[in-house]
């Protein structure tokens, strides 16, 4: 199973519409609940780390949310990478440089904060185009409903 071990506070910073909020656990509550839809009946393991201590319960599914309270969450996210025996299937999305560079060295995955953004929006465009009818044909469904 892959597991993603996420920089939210770094994730947080590449997405305008979450970076201009004025109330931080706004911007968090947000986040995960983005996280949940992306993630929604893919089978990873997902941890989310913030700095700073749990001001409200972000409540969501499918995410173990971390918060790193007097120390930054970088110590978090490195100490969780440690305690994984398969780290060939972890991928950390982060941007900061110290991030990347430790989980490169321990052979995990690495995707960029921004680059992960990106895939999260492209998927939320192909699954709205997915909802949407195709070729909807209005005379055709007047004929089909009897409808003049």
């Known amino acids: 199973m892959i597991h993603y071990i996420i920089d939210g506070n770094n994730l947080i910073g590449k997405i305008p519409s979450l970076k201009n909020l004025p109330d931080k656990e706004a911007s968090r509550q947000k986040?995960?609940?983005?996280?949940?839809?992306?993630?929604?009946?893919?089978?990873?393991?997902?941890?989310l780390h913030f700095d700073g201590f749990e001001n409200q319960p972000i409540k969501v599914s499918g995410l173990k949310i971390h918060y790193s309270q007097n120390r930054p969450a970088?110590?978090?996210?490195?100490?969780?990478?440690?305690?994984?025996?398969?780290?060939?299937?972890?991928?950390?999305?982060?941007?900061?440089?110290?991030?990347?560079?430790?989980?490169?060295?321990?052979?995990?995955?690495?995707?960029?904060?921004?680059?992960?953004?990106?895939?999260?929006?492209?998927?939320?465009?192909?699954?709205?185009?997915?909802?949407?009818?195709?070729?909807?044909?209005?005379?055709?469904?007047k004929k089909l409903f009897g409808i003049e």
Do not use: W
């Open 74 to 141: 970088d110590e978090k996210i490195k100490k969780e990478i440690e305690g994984i025996k398969s780290r060939s299937s972890v991928t950390v999305v982060s941007s900061d440089l110290e991030i990347i560079s430790y989980a490169k060295v321990c052979g995990c995955n690495v995707i960029k904060s921004e680059e992960f953004y990106n895939q999260m929006m492209i998927q939320n465009k192909n699954s709205k185009d997915e909802e949407k009818p195709s070729d909807f044909n209005s005379d055709e469904f």
């Open 31 to 47: 986040l995960a609940i983005m996280l949940e839809r992306y993630f929604h009946k893919k089978k990873v393991k997902l941890s």
